[in-house]
């Protein structure tokens, strides 16, 4: 009797429907699209083979050296553009060319995040992160905000000892607004440094890039349009802001 009731016993259907399933899905990670984009000046990009290719489905490699540059990964994309701008000028090339067709997340990397350890780390902790799903996710720098309120730089040399060989100018183009906080309230009326980020690494999803309309981004890179601007180094603490990427998600830098 036993055996026959058993037996007799169906499976329950599950009631999550197929949607459902592919959101859980992406929330742990397996079905959410990730795009990597580097900007790139002489650094040896071997790292990128580090990236699996079922998460990181595309790399957009911007090469901003006058030599040509090509990748042995298929599914890396080669852009070389001007050097002029730094990483800002290259990722808000980027995002203002792929508006419409952004990944589930992007993850904003220069070529040298793996030269200095400081670097490497912020891209350990934000990998990590997008570990569990798409998100946008910063590691906030240890200096206190109100520091930054004044900031103005008049010069500047590459950390990176290949690159700086390669550009030896130190001078920076002053921004047209100065200090950063005019800035700030110039592009981003009424808004406060709610996350101080350092070195250019970070993640941005689709729709908190598109928080802001492409005209606002269009608008940016103009600032950025020279071979040294000063106006990186605000992008460079503002790209919480700049992108939308919510306060809780600024991550502590803490090994």
């Not at 984009?37 to 990181?56: C, G, I, Q, T, W």
């Not at 990722?91 to 670097?119: C, E, M, Q």
């Not at 101080?196 to 928080?211: C, E, P, Q």
Request: a positive charge.
């Amino acid at each position: 009797m036993g055996l026959r009731h058993k037996q007799g016993v169906r499976k329950k259907k599950s009631r999550i429907s197929h949607g459902r399933r592919v959101t859980r899905k992406k929330m742990r990670g397996g079905a959410a699209k990730i795009d990597v984009v580097v900007s790139r000046y002489s650094e040896n990009l071997e790292m990128l083979k580090d990236f699996p290719a079922d998460k990181y489905q595309r790399i957009f490699i911007y090469n901003k050296n006058p030599t040509p540059y090509e990748s042995t990964l298929e599914r890396a994309t080669v852009e070389n553009l001007p050097n002029i701008g730094r990483e800002a000028h290259t990722y808000l090339h980027h995002v203002i060319k792929h508006y419409d067709d952004l990944a589930d997340t992007t993850l904003f990397i220069p070529g040298s995040v793996r030269n200095k350890p400081w670097k490497d780390f912020q891209l350990y902790k934000i990998r990590k992160s997008l570990d569990n799903g798409p998100g946008s996710f910063i590691v906030r720098s240890t200096r206190p905000k109100s520091m930054e309120h004044d900031f103005q730089i008049d010069s500047h040399e590459l950390s990176n000892s290949s690159n700086k060989s390669l550009n030896k100018e130190s001078k920076l183009t002053p921004a047209s607004i100065r200090p950063l906080s005019k800035w700030l309230e110039h592009y981003m009326p009424g808004e406060d440094m709610h996350c101080l980020g350092v070195f250019g690494t970070f993640s941005a999803t689709r729709d908190d890039i598109r928080k802001r309309p492409k005209s606002f981004y269009e608008e940016l890179i103009k600032t950025v349009d020279t071979t040294n601007p000063e106006a990186v180094h605000y992008m460079e603490r503002l790209w919480a802001n700049i992108f939308s990427i919510p306060e809780k998600n600024c991550l502590d830098r803490n090994w």
